[in-house]
Nanobody
Framework: QVQLVESGGGLVQAGGSLRLSCEAS????????MGWFRQAPGKEREFVAG????????QYADSVKGRFTVSRDNAKNTVYLQMNSLKTEDTAVYYC?????????????????WGQGTQVTVSS
């Protein structure tokens, strides 16, 4: 397992942008598939975006396609989530997760390490 720490959340107006970061501990970051999930009050935690080890394969939830971009810098042990054109329905706690297996990117149960989450609030 790896230790994950998210940052970059905050309050933003609809239409604005935020960039989330997730820094991982350890020297094997490049061997992990990384995912971003979110959980709104009263809702299940849902997949947002994910990226394979080398960054060449990414996947997005339909609700964020064209607005969010996931990327990683293996030299910095960090994965990013650039969020543009934010909507009020994007309000949630955003979690970073790591998977050491070749599980489907969007499947929550395939991830074995999770960060503590960072709050994103989008106001109208």
């Amino acid at each position: 397992q790896v230790q994950l720490v998210e940052s970059g959340g905050g309050l933003v107006q609809a239409g604005g942008s935020l960039r989330l970061s997730c820094e991982a501990s350890g020297r094997t970051f490049s061997s992990y598939t990384m995912g971003w999930f979110r959980q709104a009050p009263g809702k299940e935690r849902e997949f947002v975006a994910g990226i394979r080890r080398t960054g060449g394969n990414t996947q997005y939830a339909d609700s964020v396609k064209g607005r969010f971009t996931v990327s990683r810098d293996n030299a910095k042990n960090t994965v990013y989530l650039q969020m543009n054109s934010l909507k009020t329905e994007d309000t949630a706690v955003y979690y970073c997760a790591a998977s050491g297996s070749n599980w489907p990117i969007a499947v929550k149960s395939g991830y074995d390490s999770w960060g503590q989450g960072t709050q994103v609030t989008v106001s109208s």
